[in-house]
């Protein structure tokens, strides 16, 4: 009898291949890949469409998802839910609601909850809806369930954000295996990650965001070097400009058109984007106010009007290249993603900017699934020699907040992850035995202008004495980015962690504001910083001796008692009242060197009374 063996992970059967599949979950519109016989393919549904449009409606019979949602957006807006990938991991607060055209309240934590007429949803749960679309158009193609997933988010996605996307899986019952970035994923899709090595820039314009990522593969290593880009800016913003050049040759105003007149209007000046990346010149023709418009819109007059957009593009490509320390003739590879880079001017402009020409061949909609269907494949055991490693980078530093509220940086901004750090801490008083541990991110040195993550506490340190326990706080990112902290005395023992799960994220325009911030405010960073360390400092010289005062007072003359307290009390009025580090620091140098007498008095006494009542030669 022979005993079969086969590698872990890996089907016992060589020829019976696991289903995975790989997902790109997009605000817009969402699909669903796998590789057949070796190939790369985007699955369709019955109607042989392959893209499903990221829209949930609610109706009294149940859900609908798709093209048959979509056609209910203008006449069932208020339960017609679009672009929920956008309050994924974010508190309302983060998202100006107002513009939704459905009802949106906010929870506990900041959570939005979505009104409709089934009940209130969460972003969560919509997007599990979605997924839940996919799962079966996979399912019926692939001839039974998926044994797991590789799902795409953005680069610069943060904590809450992935977390939320692996929560609405988990509801949709998939098996998530991995969280993928974006841009790594349409590089894949390229087999850029088949090349021994090189700088490669990802430029995703989409509908309504666009991304710049720069990765570096080396080694068979694919690492986001860094990541940026305009959350505000997209193909929209391109059939914008096109609709509001329409309205003014025909001498109208914006006002003058209704919701519905616009809707129309714009859907015109994307045909006719589309159809300009083929031909000279397009008739755009509109009803409005039962009225049939026309105008002729030329490629050239397009590119016109497009130009600023594009230009905001290239501006932020500029500022990823300085992030990356990386100069654009360095670029080995352009790789275009989303359907606005269809867009001749684009690409052009694209092209002189990294002065080499931008990878077109894989259909810009579908690349992300692709490349995320290929890892999935990889993952799921179904291809032997695969030895892809792609990492991935943390878009903003964590930290812990210590004494005078600063910020104490574990782990770096565009650190590459998976990653460990750990940083030992000390108590502040003498007898402390509990810390409370702060969780921030950001890149500002004082603790108010970052953001708050986690809180949790650590109890049973021993009552040593002010900075004699030993406190290990560990960080640690796994490959999805979800963050997990921890903190151990090292002399007891005692522990205490928290999973950081956040109720709400960062979106890459408030990554970008945090950013610009810690540059625009380095200087009065720095400063402040200063200020608040010679603050601690003023706090722990003076506890020191109120302490010493209250156990050893009697081994000072009233002179020079009454000496010591005027220097604390200047020293404690230069803490609260200065802005210059400096002169607080010579205060607490004065006052140091003013008590060295009595801490020589303290210790004499303490080895007389040590030695007292023994001999030498029992020393």
């Not at 209130?120 to 919509?126: H, L, W």
């Not at 957009?309 to 932020?316: D, E, G, P």
């Not at 964590?398 to 998976?418: H, S």
């Not at 007389?608 to 030498?616: E, I, K, N, Y």
Request: glycine share 8%; hydrophobic share 45%.
């Amino acid at each position: 009898m022979l005993l079969q063996i086969s590698e872990p992970g890996l089907s016992p059967r060589p020829h019976q291949l696991k289903r995975a599949a790989g997902i790109d979950l997009g605000t817009t519109n969402s699909l669903v890949a796998t590789v057949r016989s070796s190939e790369r393919v985007t699955l369709t549904d019955e109607d042989g469409r392959d893209i499903l449009p990221s829209i949930v409606r609610y109706t009294d019979e149940g859900v609908e998802v798709g093209v048959e949602a979509k056609a209910s957006l203008l006449e069932d807006a208020e339960n017609t839910l679009m672009s929920v990938k956008r309050l994924m991991g974010r508190s309302v607060n983060d998202v100006d609601v107002s513009l939704l055209p459905y009802r949106v309240r906010e929870g506990e934590n900041g959570t939005p909850f979505i009104t409709t007429r089934r009940g209130e949803v969460t972003p969560v749960q919509v997007s599990a809806e979605i997924l839940r679309a996919l799962s079966a158009r996979a399912r019926e193609a692939l001839g039974g369930p998926l044994d797991g997933v590789v799902i795409t988010v953005p680069a610069y996605f943060d904590d809450a954000q992935r977390q939320a996307t692996k929560d609405a899986a988990r509801l949709a019952g998939m098996n998530v295996m991995r969280l993928l970035n974006e841009p790594t994923a349409a590089a894949v899709a390229y087999g850029l990650d088949e090349k021994a090595e090189g700088v490669i820039a990802v430029y995703d314009l989409g509908g309504g965001t666009f991304d710049i990522s720069i990765l570096r593969l080396k080694r068979g290593v694919f690492e986001v070097l860094s990541t940026g880009g305009d959350s505000a800016l997209g193909g929209d913003d391109f059939d914008l400009a096109i609709a509001r050049w329409c309205v003014e040759q025909w001498g109208l105003n914006a006002s003058d058109l209704d919701g519905r007149a616009w809707r129309h209007l714009q859907e015109a000046s994307k045909k006719a984007k589309e159809q300009l990346a083929s031909d000279d010149q397009v008739d755009i023709k509109v009803e409005i106010q039962d009225q049939l418009r026309q105008a002729m819109l030329t490629r050239v007059q397009m590119d016109a009007l497009l130009a600023p957009l594009v230009q905001k593009t290239l501006r932020a490509c500029r500022k990823a290249l300085r992030d990356a320390q990386i100069a654009a003739d360095e670029i080995a590879e352009v790789v275009m993603v989303g359907g606005s880079t269809r867009t001749l001017s684009v690409r052009g402009q694209v092209a002189e900017f990294f002065g080499c020409e931008p990878l077109t061949s894989i259909d810009p909609d579908k690349v992300v699934a692709l490349g995320a269907a290929a890892q999935a494949d990889v993952l799921i055991g179904n291809k032997r020699d695969a030895d892809m490693l792609l990492l991935d980078v943390i878009p903003l530093s964590l930290g812990l907040e210590t004494m005078g509220g600063l910020a104490e940086r574990v782990i770096d901004r565009n650190t590459v992850i998976p990653v460990a750090r750990a940083q030992e801490f000390t108590t502040f008083k003498d007898g402390q035995t509990a810390m409370m541990i702060h969780v921030v991110q950001g890149e500002r040195e004082l603790v108010s202008d970052c953001r708050s993550l986690a809180r949790f506490e650590l109890h049973g340190i021993p009552p040593l004495a002010a900075g004699a326990a030993r406190i290990r706080v560990a960080f640690q990112v796994d490959a999805d980015g979800l963050l997990s902290v921890s903190a151990e005395e090292t002399t007891s023992g005692v522990k205490s962690s928290v999973v950081v799960k956040p109720s709400y994220g960062l979106s890459e325009e408030e990554i970008s504001t945090m950013l610009s911030a810690s540059q625009n405010f380095a200087a009065e960073d720095m400063a402040a910083r200063a200020l608040a360390e010679q603050q601690v400092e003023a706090d722990r010289l003076l506890e020191a001796l109120r302490s010493a005062l209250i156990a050893d007072k009697h081994l000072l003359s009233e002179e020079e008692l009454l000496q010591l307290e005027v220097g604390m009390e200047a020293v404690r009025q230069l803490r609260d009242s200065v802005t210059d580090h400096s002169v607080l620091s010579a205060a607490i140098e004065k006052l140091s060197q003013e008590s060295d007498y009595f801490a020589t008095r303290r210790m004499d006494r303490s080895i007389h009374d040590a030695l007292a009542g023994h001999r030498v030669d029992e020393f």
